[in-house]
């Protein structure tokens, strides 16, 4: 029988390590345009989620959304939303990504008294869907699914 491993590397899947924190969450590295943050995955979080105090430090263009957050002990929070963004975990990447822009204080404030480091944001179900997520929990991995590349078509008249 194959490997977890084996068996998605040859379906094209990227695998990625994941850190478990003190906190029992998995985060995770990743870039979004090109910048490098540290995020929790959360399967739980309908949406990937970055720190309003994020958005110059991933230079996101924003705009006032009409969406409340809610959710890790917060709820009826503000939000903003930002279109056409570029997300890479490793050596997948995806374009066009919406993001949510809350306030994070509160989970990085219970991260910080944990002993835990700051994050950025929350990579969301939205990215873990699109990627075809397969979380192994055991070897603190998370594998990707790479998007097929497609030529253009040939148009002849």
């Not at 998605?8 to 990227?14: A, D, G, N, Q, R």
């Not at 975990?89 to 919406?98: M, N, R």
Request: contains cysteine; charged residues 25%.
């Amino acid at each position: 029988m194959k490997s977890l491993k084996t068996l998605l590397k040859e379906k094209k899947f990227v695998r990625v390590p994941l850190e478990l924190t003190f906190t029992n969450h998995f985060e995770i590295i990743a870039e979004i345009n090109g910048i490098q943050g540290r995020f929790i995955l959360d399967t739980g979080a309908s949406s990937t989620c970055v720190g309003t105090d994020c958005a110059t430090h991933f230079k996101l263009n924003t705009k006032d959304s009409e969406i409340k957050a809610s959710g890790a002990g917060a709820a009826n929070m503000d939000t903003q939303v930002s279109h056409k963004n570029t997300l890479s975990i490793g050596s997948w990447t995806y374009d066009k990504v919406k993001l949510v822009l809350f306030d994070l204080s509160h989970v990085n404030e219970a991260l910080v008294q944990h002993h835990c480091p700051p994050v950025h944001g929350i990579i969301g179900a939205d990215i873990l869907r699109k990627s075809k997520a397969v979380i192994d929990y055991g070897k603190k991995c998370v594998y990707l699914k790479k998007k097929r590349v497609t030529g253009k078509k040939n148009n002849k008249a």
